[in-house]
């Protein structure tokens, strides 16, 4: 295996924060693949520490790893001492739930080491950030699929609000960048907020997928510890809603086409220096909680246990993307399909048991 003197040699050194979770830890190896040396900042709250050596068995090589809280700037000195072509910002509490019990940790977290972050970022003269966004900012849209220009609707927890929150506070920090570098057009900081649909899946070896602390909030990690019996059974949250058999509808992309998303928005901000923009990240269909079973059930030959409970609180009826703006200005679209996805989901779930 490579060093990680290796592994920087020539390449282009790029913060991943968050580096350690399901879509940063996937979003580390497509950078390798990509000619970039990803350099992965977490504090391991929310991921393990095993991990980076999943990731390092993957692309070959050790990885510069710092485990603290990106918003330590103190402790990453040595980070910022080495040149930063960019960033990806992943690192955020992500539990809609959690968010509503413990508010002040959602801000403090979410928004606060994202501030200390970027003023850090913008004082080293980094040039490029791509930052981890979320489709909940868009609530229930008014019409389907929603684009990067739908209204964003009042946001009904607090991970959600700190979501919109995110993206002004880069609004603001990319305009003050540019004020600031009046004299040379295009060297200011350049930003792209991906607002993902619903990832899913794992990387095809098996070897990092979701890792989910406690019970899971998302449906697919729940549904396939259902299926290997380390739940009695996933409740679909009501049958009655307006949708073409009852069940809430989601867009679903694999992890790994979304990982590629964000080596996509970086080679964009790298052509288009100072830019700032949004993109939509999924897959442009829809499908329900049902389908999804269905689905899983057909890639896998492996039945679900489930069974049809109450609504659940909260719950957006159906929202799916109009992904065509990642498609003409990325060059961005996916690949993977949802059969695909869940079978990569499955094989994860066997593996970690």
Request: charge should be negative; include cysteine.
């Amino acid at each position: 295996m490579k060093s990680s003197d290796d592994l920087h040699a020539n390449r282009p050194r790029i913060a991943v924060t968050g580096g350690a979770g399901f879509i940063g830890s996937h979003t580390a190896v497509a950078l390798y693949e990509s000619g970039y040396a990803p350099v992965i900042i977490d504090d391991f709250r929310n991921s393990a520490a095993g991990v980076i050596g999943k990731i390092e068995g993957l692309i070959g090589a050790k990885l510069e790893c710092y485990a603290v809280d990106c918003g330590d700037i103190a402790s990453l000195s040595q980070l910022f001492a080495a040149p930063l072509h960019g960033a990806i910002h992943f690192a955020a509490d992500k539990s809609v739930g959690d968010s509503v019990a413990e508010p002040e940790q959602y801000f403090a977290n979410n928004l606060g080491s994202m501030a200390h972050w970027i003023r850090a970022m913008r004082s080293h003269g980094v040039a490029h950030l791509v930052f981890s966004s979320s489709c909940t900012v868009y609530g229930e849209p008014d019409s389907l699929p929603v684009d990067e220009q739908a209204p964003l609707q009042e946001a009904t927890s607090p991970y959600g609000y700190t979501k919109q929150a995110g993206e002004q506070l880069l609004r603001y920090a990319h305009a003050a960048s540019h004020a600031a570098d009046k004299t040379t057009p295009g060297s200011g900081m350049g930003a792209a907020l991906l607002r993902y649909f619903n990832p899913i899946g794992a990387h095809p070896s098996a070897a990092i997928g979701e890792l989910p602390l406690g019970t899971p909030s998302n449906l697919v990690p729940f549904l396939t510890q259902a299926a290997a019996g380390l739940r009695d059974e996933l409740v679909v949250f009501g049958n009655d809603y307006p949708t073409a058999d009852g069940t809430c509808v989601r867009d679903y992309l694999h992890v790994c086409d979304l990982a590629e998303a964000h080596v996509a928005a970086l080679q964009h901000l790298e052509k288009n220096p100072g830019d700032f923009d949004v993109f939509n990240l999924g897959s442009g269909s829809g499908h329900s909680v049902l389908d999804v079973i269905r689905t899983f059930e057909a890639a896998t030959g492996v039945a679900v246990p489930h069974r049809i409970g109450p609504r659940r609180p909260g719950d957006v009826i159906s929202v799916y993307a109009a992904a065509q703006k990642a498609a003409d200005i990325l060059g961005w679209q996916t690949k993977r399909s949802l059969h695909v996805a869940l079978a990569d989901a499955w094989r994860w779930q066997q593996q970690v048991g």
